[in-house]
Nanobody
Framework: QVQLVESGGGLVQAGGSLRLSCAVS????????MGWFRQAPGKEREFVAA????????YYIDSVEGRFTISRDNAKNTADLQMNSLKPEDTAVYYC????????????????????????WGQGTQVTVSS
């Protein structure tokens, strides 16, 4: 059974930084492409960032490009999201997710933003950015 556990959320002032971490257990992280999604109150869960299995490919939603950085450490079985220059509109519950189907960069290009392509999800961690 694969389990994902997020940590690192909290309350921060606008302009500040947080680093979210996703610990994967049950199977080696290198088996999965990883993604981060977020869900604000009253809104649908949206894609934020993704990283391919080998880490050579990354992709971001436009609103976080240049401010957020996704990374992975396959040896430690963790995937992180460094969030800088945070804005109040970044407030949401953040979820990490694992995609076991993206075995190549070509398939990852197709699946990286699609919620239904991800096989496993964490429980979420709250990020609140005050103005």
């Amino acid at each position: 059974q694969v389990q994902l556990v997020e940590s690192g959320g909290g309350l921060v002032q606008a302009g500040g930084s947080l680093r979210l971490s996703c610990a994967v257990s049950g199977r080696t992280l290198s088996s999965y492409a990883m993604g981060w999604f977020r869900q604000a109150p009253g809104k649908e869960r949206e894609f934020v960032a993704a990283i391919s299995r080998g880490g050579t490919g990354t992709y971001y939603i436009d609103s976080v490009e240049g401010r957020f950085t996704i990374s992975r450490d396959n040896a430690k079985n963790t995937a992180d999201l460094q969030m800088n220059s945070l804005k109040p509109e970044d407030t949401a519950v953040y979820y990490c997710a694992a995609d076991g189907g993206a075995q190549s960069l070509t398939t990852w290009y197709y699946s990286r933003t699609r919620r239904d392509e991800y096989d496993y999800w964490g429980q979420g961690t709250q990020v609140t950015v005050s103005s």
